[in-house]
Protein backbone atom coordinates (compact mmCIF):
# COMPACT_ATOMS: atom_id res chain seq x y z
CA UNK A 1 0.00 0.00 0.00
CA UNK A 2 1.17 3.65 -0.90
CA UNK A 3 1.59 6.01 1.42
CA UNK A 4 0.23 9.18 1.28
CA UNK A 5 2.93 12.49 1.40
CA UNK A 6 1.34 14.98 3.33
CA UNK A 7 0.53 18.48 0.82
CA UNK A 8 3.13 21.06 1.17
CA UNK A 9 1.41 24.39 0.25
CA UNK A 10 3.09 27.80 -1.03
CA UNK A 11 2.25 30.47 1.21
CA UNK A 12 0.68 32.21 -1.63
CA UNK A 13 -2.30 29.94 -1.47
CA UNK A 14 -4.88 31.07 1.06
CA UNK A 15 -7.59 29.35 0.36
CA UNK A 16 -10.15 29.67 3.69
CA UNK A 17 -12.97 27.59 2.02
CA UNK A 18 -10.38 24.71 1.91
CA UNK A 19 -9.00 25.92 5.27
CA UNK A 20 -5.30 25.21 4.51
CA UNK A 21 -3.00 26.65 6.58
CA UNK A 22 -1.02 30.35 5.55
CA UNK A 23 2.13 29.17 6.91
CA UNK A 24 4.77 28.71 4.55
CA UNK A 25 5.29 25.05 4.22
CA UNK A 26 2.22 23.38 6.94
CA UNK A 27 0.52 20.62 7.17
CA UNK A 28 -2.06 21.97 9.82
CA UNK A 29 -5.30 23.31 9.14
CA UNK A 30 -5.51 27.27 9.48
CA UNK A 31 -6.02 28.19 13.32
CA UNK A 32 -9.50 29.36 14.27
CA UNK A 33 -8.76 32.59 15.74
CA UNK A 34 -6.15 35.03 16.22
CA UNK A 35 -5.04 34.27 19.28
CA UNK A 36 -4.45 30.76 17.75
CA UNK A 37 -2.77 31.97 15.27
CA UNK A 38 -0.43 34.49 17.38
CA UNK A 39 0.26 31.06 19.53
CA UNK A 40 1.75 29.07 16.12
CA UNK A 41 3.49 32.11 15.04
CA UNK A 42 5.57 32.07 18.28
CA UNK A 43 5.55 28.65 18.17
CA UNK A 44 7.78 29.45 14.79
CA UNK A 45 9.15 32.79 16.64
CA UNK A 46 10.62 30.09 19.19
CA UNK A 47 12.11 27.74 16.80
CA UNK A 48 13.81 30.48 15.14
CA UNK A 49 11.71 30.55 11.76
CA UNK A 50 13.45 33.07 9.81
CA UNK A 51 10.30 33.62 7.78
CA UNK A 52 8.08 33.88 10.83
CA UNK A 53 11.13 36.67 11.89
CA UNK A 54 10.56 38.40 8.91
CA UNK A 55 7.29 38.45 8.95
CA UNK A 56 6.76 39.76 12.45
CA UNK A 57 9.57 42.52 11.63
CA UNK A 58 7.31 43.66 9.36
CA UNK A 59 4.01 43.32 10.91
CA UNK A 60 6.26 45.48 14.57
CA UNK A 61 6.82 48.08 11.54
CA UNK A 62 3.61 48.56 9.98
CA UNK A 63 2.21 48.92 14.07
CA UNK A 64 4.88 51.58 14.39
CA UNK A 65 7.57 49.65 16.63
CA UNK A 66 10.55 49.86 14.22
CA UNK A 67 12.68 48.63 17.50
CA UNK A 68 10.61 45.64 17.59
CA UNK A 69 11.11 45.38 13.61
CA UNK A 70 14.46 45.78 13.71
CA UNK A 71 15.28 42.84 16.45
CA UNK A 72 12.97 40.29 14.24
CA UNK A 73 14.60 41.10 11.12
CA UNK A 74 18.21 40.78 12.55
CA UNK A 75 17.55 37.43 13.87
CA UNK A 76 15.94 36.82 10.50
CA UNK A 77 19.17 38.34 8.56
CA UNK A 78 21.50 36.40 10.39
CA UNK A 79 19.41 32.69 9.47
CA UNK A 80 20.26 34.10 5.95
CA UNK A 81 16.91 35.53 5.12
CA UNK A 82 16.92 37.93 2.47
CA UNK A 83 14.05 39.89 3.06
CA UNK A 84 14.93 40.42 6.73
CA UNK A 85 18.15 42.52 5.22
CA UNK A 86 16.01 43.86 2.88
CA UNK A 87 14.27 45.55 5.96
CA UNK A 88 17.36 46.23 8.04
CA UNK A 89 18.44 48.23 4.68
CA UNK A 90 15.26 50.39 5.31
CA UNK A 91 15.89 50.67 9.20
CA UNK A 92 19.60 51.75 8.56
CA UNK A 93 18.37 54.30 5.20
CA UNK A 94 15.39 55.83 7.81
CA UNK A 95 16.82 55.50 11.13
CA UNK A 96 14.02 54.91 13.04
CA UNK A 97 13.30 52.92 16.07
CA UNK A 98 17.11 54.15 17.78
CA UNK A 99 18.85 52.76 14.72
CA UNK A 100 21.02 55.14 13.46
CA UNK A 101 21.55 56.43 10.02
CA UNK A 102 24.00 54.64 7.82
CA UNK A 103 25.17 54.72 4.43
CA UNK A 104 26.79 51.72 4.91
CA UNK A 105 25.30 49.62 6.68
CA UNK A 106 22.17 50.16 4.20
CA UNK A 107 24.32 49.13 1.48
CA UNK A 108 25.61 46.23 2.93
CA UNK A 109 22.14 44.55 3.99
CA UNK A 110 20.69 45.65 -0.01
CA UNK A 111 23.66 43.48 -1.34
CA UNK A 112 23.26 41.13 1.23
CA UNK A 113 19.30 40.66 0.14
CA UNK A 114 20.64 41.44 -3.73
CA UNK A 115 22.55 37.96 -3.48
CA UNK A 116 19.80 36.33 -1.81
CA UNK A 117 17.31 37.08 -4.65
CA UNK A 118 15.68 40.23 -3.24
CA UNK A 119 14.46 41.68 -6.57
CA UNK A 120 13.28 45.48 -5.01
CA UNK A 121 16.89 45.28 -3.60
CA UNK A 122 18.44 44.36 -6.83
CA UNK A 123 16.75 47.59 -7.96
CA UNK A 124 17.56 49.91 -5.23
CA UNK A 125 21.14 48.75 -5.65
CA UNK A 126 21.23 49.88 -9.47
CA UNK A 127 18.82 53.26 -8.28
CA UNK A 128 22.25 53.45 -6.05
CA UNK A 129 24.88 52.67 -8.33
CA UNK A 130 22.72 55.38 -10.81
CA UNK A 131 22.96 58.13 -8.01
CA UNK A 132 26.42 57.42 -7.39
CA UNK A 133 27.51 57.88 -11.21
CA UNK A 134 28.17 54.15 -12.02
CA UNK A 135 25.31 53.74 -14.90
CA UNK A 136 26.67 50.64 -15.90
CA UNK A 137 26.24 48.96 -12.97
CA UNK A 138 23.04 50.19 -12.40
CA UNK A 139 21.68 48.51 -15.35
CA UNK A 140 23.57 45.86 -14.59
CA UNK A 141 21.31 45.42 -11.43
CA UNK A 142 18.15 46.63 -12.98
CA UNK A 143 18.51 43.98 -15.74
CA UNK A 144 18.84 41.35 -13.23
CA UNK A 145 15.80 42.49 -11.14
CA UNK A 146 13.72 42.36 -14.49
CA UNK A 147 14.76 38.72 -15.02
CA UNK A 148 13.51 37.89 -11.59
CA UNK A 149 10.13 39.42 -12.33
CA UNK A 150 10.40 42.85 -11.04
CA UNK A 151 7.96 45.36 -13.15
CA UNK A 152 9.78 48.91 -11.68
CA UNK A 153 13.07 47.70 -13.55
CA UNK A 154 11.77 47.31 -16.60
CA UNK A 155 9.69 50.27 -16.28
CA UNK A 156 13.88 52.07 -15.54
CA UNK A 157 15.50 49.82 -18.58
CA UNK A 158 12.94 51.26 -20.80
CA UNK A 159 13.32 54.81 -19.85
CA UNK A 160 16.92 54.46 -19.66
CA UNK A 161 16.59 52.93 -23.54
CA UNK A 162 15.24 55.85 -24.90
CA UNK A 163 17.79 58.12 -23.28
CA UNK A 164 20.14 55.88 -25.22
CA UNK A 165 21.96 54.25 -22.33
CA UNK A 166 20.44 50.81 -23.00
CA UNK A 167 20.77 48.98 -26.31
CA UNK A 168 17.60 47.51 -27.90
CA UNK A 169 19.46 44.01 -27.55
CA UNK A 170 19.72 44.86 -23.96
CA UNK A 171 16.68 45.69 -23.38
CA UNK A 172 14.84 42.64 -25.78
CA UNK A 173 16.87 40.37 -23.45
CA UNK A 174 15.97 42.04 -20.14
CA UNK A 175 11.98 41.81 -21.41
CA UNK A 176 12.50 38.19 -23.13
CA UNK A 177 13.55 36.92 -19.47
CA UNK A 178 10.96 38.72 -17.37
CA UNK A 179 8.31 37.65 -19.04
CA UNK A 180 10.08 34.09 -18.24
CA UNK A 181 10.16 34.92 -15.08
CA UNK A 182 6.49 36.16 -14.61
CA UNK A 183 5.25 33.36 -16.88
CA UNK A 184 6.74 30.70 -14.36
CA UNK A 185 5.20 31.70 -11.09
CA UNK A 186 2.01 31.85 -12.64
CA UNK A 187 -0.14 28.65 -10.92
CA UNK A 188 -3.96 28.03 -10.50
CA UNK A 189 -3.15 27.98 -7.21
CA UNK A 190 -1.93 32.02 -7.28
CA UNK A 191 -4.63 32.99 -9.15
CA UNK A 192 -6.69 31.45 -6.48
CA UNK A 193 -4.96 33.51 -4.02
CA UNK A 194 -4.97 36.79 -6.29
CA UNK A 195 -8.64 36.55 -6.74
CA UNK A 196 -9.03 35.74 -2.86
CA UNK A 197 -6.67 38.49 -1.90
CA UNK A 198 -8.25 41.00 -4.19
CA UNK A 199 -11.78 40.33 -3.91
CA UNK A 200 -14.01 42.83 -3.13
Known amino acids: MLQQKAVILPIIFLHKRRRRCHQTF ?3 PL ?3 KEENDRNAVKRIEVNDPVTLRQWGYIRYSEGDYKGAFEYWTKAAKLGDA ?3 YGLSHSYQEGKGGVEKDEKLELYHLEQAAIGGHPYARYNLGRHEWKNGNAERGVKHWIIAATQGYDGSIKKL ?5 SGIVSRDDLAAALRAHQAAVDSA ?3 QREAAEKYHFRK
Open 186 to 188: KSP
Open 31 to 33: PAT
Open 83 to 85: GAH
Open 158 to 162: MDEFR
Open 26 to 28: CRE
